[in-house]
């Protein structure tokens, strides 16, 4: 698995995945996609956002199956979040899924040095709620009846990873990720939040 940034190039792969699984953005603010051109269009238009950098989601056989960003900088106060995460059906809840979720981890906290990385999801989407715990975020509560999409009232749940906590998170993504940990069918042994030992 790798991260490229998000471009036209991509477009193909992610119409193939896009274009049979319209359930897959229930909770997005954009989808689901009636032909090619709407995808085209919204690839264009996230790649070129110069306040949020998007990644393409590459896998091991070197099709581009989802993305996601980094977004919500507060350089002031230390803080970035990862957000607006599409993967494909195939890609969900898979190794390269959290991998991916993993270095964009790192480039925050290790490389740009932040002291607090955020994950917001809406709290009825239990998949991304799930996900958030999973990952080694901590629930600092939600937002009741905070946003109104497509004319439903949604209550946005607030996770986070401090700098104090982000070692014992990594070390445990870290261990997740060796190749030992996985069998030949790609499932996991030992689960990563069975690694984080809190």
């Known amino acids: ?3 490229e940034p998000l471009s036209a190039d991509h477009v193909d792969d992610l119409w193939a995945s896009a274009s049979a699984a319209s ?4 909770y997005l603010r954009y989808g689901p996609f009636e032909t090619r051109a ?3 269009k919204l690839i264009t238009e996230l790649s070129s956002r110069e306040d949020q950098p998007f990644w393409a989601v590459i896998r091991n056989e070197g099709r581009a199956d989802g993305w ?3 977004c919500d900088v507060c350089q002031n106060d230390g803080a970035f979040e990862i957000g607006s995460i ?3 059906p195939a890609l969900q809840g898979s190794r390269e899924a959290r991998e991916a979720i993993f270095l964009l981890m790192c480039l925050g906290m290790d490389d740009l040095q932040y002291e607090r ?3 917001r999801c809406q709290a009825q989407n239990e998949g991304s709620f799930r996900a958030a715990l999973n990952l080694g975020f901590k629930h600092e509560g939600t937002w009741r009846n905070a946003m109104i999409h497509e004319n439903w009232q949604r209550d946005i749940a607030w996770f986070s990873i401090l700098r104090s906590e982000w070692p014992l998170c990594k070390a445990a993504f870290k261990e997740w990720l060796m190749p030992e940990n996985f069998d030949e069918a790609a499932q996991q042994k030992v689960r990563l939040q069975d690694l984080r030992h809190e």
């Open 86 to 88: 599409w993967f494909s």
């Open 38 to 40: 709407d995808l085209a």
């Open 1 to 3: 698995m790798r991260l």
């Open 23 to 26: 359930e897959s953005f229930t």
């Open 68 to 70: 996601l960003s980094i």
């Open 117 to 119: 990385l955020v994950w």
